[in-house]
């Protein structure tokens, strides 16, 4: 069974950093690309970022470009969103999902929980 | 950027109607790279459609969906209580991989 467990939400400061995690497992992790989407509070579903199943090749959407870098970790079934520079307009739930194959065609098929993100003062 | 628009905002329904949603696309989207998220309240999202019109694993025969170019559409041929919830279409032909606006299914 495919299981993603999305962490290290929480509240900060405009301006502060953050890191996501999102743990896999139930797939051969290596074998599939990632992909980070968000949800504002009472808004609908924004793309965020994607990487490759190796890691070589990660896209973004503009509105992130510069301040989030999404990585990976294969040995430990791990993907990673490094979110610097927050603004109050990052403040979502934060889905981590699985694409159903490579970078082609890249449709979530697996989606975690979400973790929280507020950016306030 | 393609921006999909989902038509329309809001339905109101009852339980056994036949609905059908639509998700237009500023372009034309590549290869059909189209799919359909259903998300309920609390929820994760959850993949119904890809590729315009192939179900996802364990989603039931009387989702469809259907489309090509910059048209596509979902049909729930009857509507169950555990239908109500809101749709996403989705394009994943080329980034960044946007969403629709989403199109909420209401019990009338």
């Known amino acids: 069974e495919v299981q993603l467990v999305e962490s290290g939400g929480g509240l900060v400061q405009p301006g502060g950093s953050l890191r996501l995690s999102c743990v896999a497992s139930g797939f051969t992790f290596s074998s599939y690309a990632m992909t980070w989407v968000r949800q504002a509070p009472g808004r609908g579903l924004d793309w965020v970022s994607l990487?490759?199943?190796?890691?070589?090749?990660?896209y973004y959407a503009d509105s992130v470009k510069g301040r989030f870098t999404i990585f990976r970790d294969n040995s430990k079934n791990t993907l990673y969103l490094q979110m610097n520079s927050l603004r109050a307009e990052d403040t979502a739930l934060y889905y981590c999902a699985k694409i159903a194959g490579g970078v082609v065609a890249a449709i979530p098929d697996y989606w975690g929980q979400g973790t929280l993100v507020t950016v306030s003062s | 950027e393609i921006v999909l628009t989902q038509s329309p905002g809001t339905l109101s329904l009852s339980p056994g109607e036949r609905v059908t949603l639509s998700c237009r696309a500023s372009?034309?989207?590549?290869?059909?790279?189209l799919g359909w998220h259903q998300q309920k309240p609390g929820q994760a999202p959850r993949l119904l459609i890809f590729g315009a019109s192939s179900r996802a694993t364990g989603i039931p025969d009387r989702f469809s969906g259907s489309g090509s170019g910059t048209d596509f559409t979902l049909t729930i041929t009857r509507l169950e209580p555990e239908d109500f919830a809101v749709y996403y279409c989705q394009q994943y032909g080329s980034s960044p991989y946007t969403f629709g606006q989403g199109t909420k299914l209401e019990i009338k």
């Open positions: 990487i490759s199943g190796s890691g070589s090749s990660t």
């Open positions: 372009q034309s989207v590549s290869s059909n790279y």
